[in-house]
């Protein structure tokens, strides 16, 4: 293991003004969001998608790193370029999702447990090769009657340690995504709960198996009211709460901890991101970004599939990067939408 190169590699991923595109959904998951908006899925219309969102001129000012599907990283741009490749040369750095998605979790179906830890170095080695410099682990977390259980906390917490000894082994920095879920009708406090039960079980395990705190990445959900719950906890609320959890179970060794978006609106992750770094100064890691659906959802819907509407969807990418970019320092504003 090359703790430098790791280390370096982490620090440019939450340099400041700069966070992470979650682009590594599944054929499953891309699939139901282009439905969504009316475009057919297909190795050629995904390759496009993705082309059109990395090529999007200047991103590499908000962007350092970009995760990938195991697709995406073998696919060429228009002109023959390698697309990690093509996030190089934004100044963008490649990132590729390992896990091999979730399955129920045994002897208790409503809870889910991910898989792939099989011949993981084997493929860690391979997408070093393309030119990956990171990777991503998810493991799912459910709330609801008498869940999650300590089994599915446990083995979850272990694979999500392990998958970081691995590729830190292979020179790749680990992010590290324990995602409690937003579906539900839970509340703020039983979100809080869970994810600090999670998040101190993950660091166990993560300290266990050796892995190194200075050469990873935390990707956690924000501690949130659920979807479906009647009383929704306000922007501050859910600042405070998310932050106050996080010291009581991230060490500060960790540098940095980047958010997955997990069904917010794209406003309301970017104002939770940034009513967190105004509200607190001196905190021991960088708070930032890994959206998915909160960076793509507008650009997805504006692209629609059609090669003429590529400008438009570029420009709805670009505008949701700077704002969130702002959200690192705190210095996001509605006004800033509106300016767009
Ligand atoms: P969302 O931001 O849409 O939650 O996706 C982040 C991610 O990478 C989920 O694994």
């Not at 705190?213 to 924000?222: H, I, S, V, Y």
């Not at 960088?286 to 959206?291: G, N």
Request: hydrophobic share 40%; aromatic share 8%.
């Amino acid at each position: 293991m090359n703790l430098q190169e790791l280390e370096k590699t982490a620090q440019k991923l939450v340099a400041p003004g700069k966070g992470i595109l979650a682009a590594d959904e599944s054929f499953g998951t891309i699939g139901k969001r282009f439905e969504a908006v009316g475009i057919e899925s297909s190795e050629e219309s995904r390759r496009q998608y993705r082309e059109m969102l990395f090529t999007t001129e200047g991103i590499g000012e908000f962007l350092s790193g970009v995760i990938l599907f195991d697709e995406t990283i073998r696919q060429e741009g228009s002109d023959g370029t390698p697309l990690p490749k093509v996030l190089e040369n934004q100044g963008v750095i490649p990132g590729i999702k390992v896990d091999k998605s979730t399955v129920s979790l045994p002897l208790s179906p409503n809870e889910k447990f991910t898989q792939g830890l099989d011949g993981l170095g084997d493929r860690l080695a391979e997408y070093r090769e393309l030119g990956a410099r990171f990777t991503k682990w998810r493991a799912v977390i459910t709330i609801g009657e008498g869940i999650p259980t300590k089994s599915c906390v446990e083995a979850n917490a272990e694979a999500l340690a392990l998958y970081a000894a691995f590729a830190q082994e292979y020179d790749l920095v680990p992010i590290v995504e324990p995602e409690v879920l937003i579906d539900g009708s839970h509340s703020i406090k039983q979100c809080y709960d869970a994810t600090e039960w999670m998040l101190n079980t993950t660091f166990d395990e993560i300290y266990e198996h050796g892995v190194e705190l200075t050469g990873m990445l935390l990707k956690p959900n924000m501690v949130i009211s659920g979807k479906e719950a009647e009383t929704q906890a306000v922007t501050e609320e859910v600042a405070r709460a998310t932050v106050e959890c996080l010291l009581r179970s991230v060490p500060a060794a960790v540098p940095g901890i980047v958010f997955l978006s997990g069904g917010q609106s794209d406003k309301q992750a970017t104002a939770h991101l940034n009513a967190m770094n105004q509200l607190y100064d001196n905190l021991p890691w960088e708070l930032s970004f890994s959206y998915a659906r909160a960076l793509q959802d507008l650009p997805m819907k504006n692209w629609k599939g059609d090669p003429s509407n590529v400008e438009e969807a570029q420009k709805a990418f670009y505008h949701r990067a700077k704002m969130n970019s702002a959200a690192r320092s705190g210095s996001y504003s509605e006004d800033m939408e509106q300016a767009a």
